[in-house]
Structure formats: C-alpha cells, structure tokens
C-alpha cells in the first residue's frame, strides 16, 4: 500500500505477531477465528512489505508444530445465512448521533388512587425494581464473561473489567495523533534512495494516525482507524457511513459488538470476553467483523509454516503480488504511486525491493509517530535533493530479520 509506519523497537504492544503486542494469532486460534469472518473483495487494512531473498532466519520464540507446509489459502467461511443488510447502518446512525422523530405519548388522565390500595401499589413498584435490578445484575455478569483467550493474546489487560477513569477521560478528551500526507514524502526518499529498486506505495490519502501518550494497547484500533482514513479520502465503498470523521476507540469498540450481534465472527466475544469499555488487544477478526458488517468489502487471510518457519516469505510474495496488480499510470516508474488500499498487518502499509532484491514492508506504525525530520519535508519535497533519504527510510521499514522472528501471519485486503 501507499504509506508506511516507523519501523521502530517493538514496545510493548505495537507490533502484530508478537505475544507481547497486538493480538499475535495463535496456532489454535486463528484459523478458526477467520474461518467464520464473512467478506471478500478490496484491501481494507495497512501492510506493505518487501521480500529478502536471504535464507530464512530462525526467529526467538518461534512456535514449531507438526502440520502442513505453507498455508497461504484464503480461510473457509462457515455456512450461515447473511446478516440483515441494513443492520450496520443503524448502528453507525446510533453512534453518530441521527435520531428517529416519534410522536409523543398520548396523556392519561389521572385516577385518584384509594387509601387503601397505596400500600398495594408500593409493594408492586419494589417487586419490579427488584426484578429490574436482578435482570441488570445478570446482563452485567453475562457482558463480564472471563475471556476464552489469555494474557499473551489480550494484552496484560485481558482480565481488566474495564479500563481507567483517567485513560477514558484522555480518549474523550484528545482522540488520536494523525499525520496527513507522508506518503508523498516517502515517494520523493525512495526515488533519491540509491538502494531502492522499485517501491509500491498505497493511495496517498492515507493517514498516519498514532497513539497517545500513556494511552497503551489500542494499536488494533489505531490500524481500523487508518484503514478508515483511505475509505473516507478515496470515497470508497462505505464513505458514508463515516461522514468526514473516524470513529473513537470507544465507538470502534461498539461497532465491534454491534457485528458480533450480527453473527460475523461472533466467537469473536468468547474469545475475548467482549471487549467494550476495556483495553483487551483486537487483532485482524475483529477488523474483519467490523468492516463485514458495514458491508465494506475485504477479505481475511492465514500465513503459517511453523515446520520450516517460512510464513514471512509467502506473505511478503502475496504482498507483492497485491502491489503488483496494479495498473495505472506510472506502474514501471521507480516509486509506484497505487490507488490501493493498504494492507492491514496490524501495521504494514507498503513495499519496496532494493537493489540487491531484498524486500521490505513499509509500514505506518501505530506506537510510533512521524519524526520532526519527515514532518519538516511535507508539502515541501518536490524539487528538494534529501540527503541520507536511506536513513530517514529506516523507521518505516520491515526485512527479513523482523518478519522471520513469527511463523504466522493475518492480513486484511
């Protein structure tokens, strides 16, 4: 795709495929979880990769299973009938703030009530708050279900009931840190870049949208939010249900539940234990689900290979191969400037081959925002000679040695 994220030291929940990050796929888990994600069509996520043709690496901590050899096949969807078509646009009109006229009630005239029946008439009202409260009390415990998935899935928040008063207050309060036009600013680097080969770059329109400080492990949420920024900028399919805004954490969070209701990847909320209110990592599923049920046009894939730990060389092939389809003007230029959506990888967005043929993703990392050197150069890079472009490419770069270090992979496309 079009923009990159900093390819800085992983933190503690920035990158997709580790365990201690955003939502790593597990052997068990994930195909199962894609297995009922409904959809296909157009790339609704941020991943752009590079392929090394360097022998593989062996990564720390990689999982090593028996089982099939590369697994690149998109996952199978499980038989159930389609959810109502119009079920997400209510949602989005009750998050936004449309609201339906109603006619008032009509007055009932009033009965004077006898001595008495005053006494029978208070026991009833105590009766139904009493099973008022009750009912409450089991819809509350049934939202609070212990997640299915632990710690190394969720985040160190997964038995969290509910997050912080003050985080809430500072999600309410400042929203997200975004950065228009940096894409244009990595064309003009690649192109004076003397080890870039080619370069696909997604559709420029994409923002680079990052966390707040303190904010912690709302990376999944930041990725939905920069694969929102292309809906809304290119005007593509499901622009209206945004308007010219994204939508909050808090809101996300809400859409997510809405399309469990709906029955796309409903497991999801076993799994995780609902996710509503509180910092529980969301990975790819969730995404899926979210853009399903909006009826935005994406579909989901595995990468595995745990035997031979090759899962990283298959999905920077079928990034490439996405980058590549691609036909517009400018398609055998150095930097290839595509009106693509970018690929969701928790945060890949783009790809470049250097000359000696190793292959990188560019990625837009949600932990990390843009430095002070690439926001000087926007809006102001056409005619300018940058030096050291090389170096202020490294952020946003992802190789051989950071890919190598998973045997699994989810993207959104």
């Not at 703030?97 to 007055?107: D, F, N, Q, W």
């Not at 870049?193 to 303190?214: E, F, G, N």
């Not at 935005?296 to 595995?302: E, F, G, L, V």
């Not at 693509?340 to 190793?358: A, F, K, N, S, T």
């Amino acid at each position: 795709m079009a923009s990159s994220f900093p390819s800085r030291p992983p933190d503690t929940d920035g990158m997709q495929g580790s365990a201690e990050t955003c939502r790593a796929p597990a052997p068990d888990r994930a195909p199962d979880r894609l297995r009922e994600l409904p959809g296909n069509g157009d790339s609704t996520a941020a991943a752009a990769g590079q392929r090394s043709e360097a022998p593989p690496a062996s990564a720390a901590g990689t999982r090593r299973r028996a089982g099939p050899a590369t697994d690149a096949s998109p996952p199978s969807r499980a038989g159930r009938s389609r959810p109502h078509e119009h079920g997400g646009l209510r949602a989005l009109r009750a998050l936004f703030g449309a609201y339906v006229m109603t006619s008032p009630p009509e007055p009932q005239p009033r009965r004077r009530t006898p001595r008495g029946e005053k006494g029978h008439a208070a026991a009833q009202v105590r009766n139904q708050a009493q099973v008022r409260n009750q009912a409450q009390d089991g819809a509350a415990s049934a939202e609070q279900t212990p997640p299915g998935l632990g710690t190394s899935h969720l985040g160190k928040f997964a038995h969290e009931k509910e997050m912080p008063s003050w985080l809430v207050k500072v999600l309410d309060k400042n929203g997200q840190v975004c950065t228009g036009d940096v894409l244009p600013v990595l064309a003009q680097l690649l192109k004076q870049c003397p080890s870039t080969k080619y370069a696909y770059l997604c559709h420029p329109c994409v923002q680079h949208i990052s966390k707040l400080r303190r904010e912690g492990a709302f990376c999944g949420y930041r990725n939905i939010q920069m694969l929102i920024s292309y809906v809304i900028g290119a005007r593509a399919p499901g622009s209206r249900c945004f308007g010219h805004s994204f939508p909050t954490v808090f809101q996300i969070q809400d859409l997510i539940e809405h399309a469990w209701d709906m029955g796309y990847n409903s497991h999801g909320r076993i799994e995780t234990g609902g996710v509503k209110g509180t910092r529980r990592f969301i990975g790819t599923p969730e995404a899926h689900a979210l853009f399903g049920s909006l009826e935005i046009p994406c579909s989901a894939q595995a990468f595995r290979d745990a035997e031979r730990g090759l899962a990283w060389k298959t999905l920077l092939q079928a990034v490439e191969r996405y980058f590549e389809g691609w036909q517009g003007n400018g398609s055998s230029a150095k930097v290839r400037l595509t009106a693509l959506p970018p690929i969701y990888l928790q945060h890949h967005v783009g790809m470049e081959r250097q000359q000696d043929d190793q292959v990188h993703l560019l990625v837009f990392d949600p932990s990390r925002g843009d430095s002070n050197s690439i926001k000087r150069l926007i809006g102001k890079v056409d005619n300018w000679d940058i030096p050291k472009a090389g170096k202020l490419l490294e952020p946003y770069r992802r190789g051989t040695e950071y890919l190598s270090k998973h045997d699994e992979f989810e993207i959104l496309r």
